[in-house]
């Protein structure tokens, strides 16, 4: 009876602690997912100042003058925001083949990377194929790149214009396009925004992606 009444303490004692560490568990997780819920929802609020402060200060807002990064302080969230110029990013669908490989030779891709991706470009434009988001330039380079790196392309490449031009400090221009990173190092939140009234708001909102470039370039 005893050994059998020390077996029933211990089997509810186990069952006691895999109920605490379920819980315990659940509460973790739900911190974790308040704790996103509450940066998207900052991230959300930050597009909006930016985009407001650009739009109705013009040349005399803090982000108008590219690149141009700061913190904004929002629902008690402290965002760390980088807004550079798309035109400093070349136009995938339109940008001369040589010029592409050009850049991408400078950020690392060797010679059998880089013609493997100007042929999938090639093959795109040839069939009236638009590269239309940041997602579509990414899985561009899957199985050519090296896996994980496929975001790096963004570093290079633009489905929104972009000329290459990399002469920053640059004035934001009513019409433009602009993108906003949220983070910093591997994994970023870009937003890319064109500065135009649309749907009640000072701009329209091209792509939202969630970049994650960790080794950077490389073949």
């Given amino acids: 009876m005893l050994i059998s009444a020390m077996w029933l303490l211990l089997l509810g004692a186990a069952i006691a602690a895999l109920l605490m560490l379920r819980a315990m568990t659940a509460s973790r997780d739900l911190r974790v997912e308040s704790d996103r819920f509450a940066i998207q929802h900052a991230e959300a609020d930050a597009i909006e100042t930016i985009a407001a402060d650009l739009v109705f200060s013009g040349q005399a807002s803090h982000w108008s003058q590219l690149p141009a990064s700061g913190t904004l302080t929002l629902d008690g969230q402290s965002i760390d925001a980088a807004v550079v110029s798309e035109d400093q990013f070349l136009d995938i669908n339109k940008a001369d083949p040589r010029l592409i490989d050009g850049v991408l030779q400078d950020h690392g891709y060797d010679r059998t990377t880089r013609t493997a991706l100007l042929g999938r470009i090639a093959l795109a434009r040839a069939s009236g ?27 290079v490449l633009s489905p929104f214009g972009g000329n290459g031009q990399t002469s920053e400090p640059a004035t934001v221009r009513p019409g433009g396009v602009v993108r906003v990173s949220f983070g910093s190092g591997a994994h970023r939140h870009l937003q890319t925004l064109r500065l135009v009234a649309a749907n009640d708001r000072p701009y329209a909102l091209l792509d939202d992606y969630q970049m994650d470039c960790v080794s950077g370039a490389r073949a």
């Fill in 129 to 155: 194929q638009e590269i239309a988001s940041y997602a579509d330039i990414a899985s561009l380079g899957h199985d050519i790149v090296a896996p994980g790196t496929e975001d790096c392309l963004l570093n």
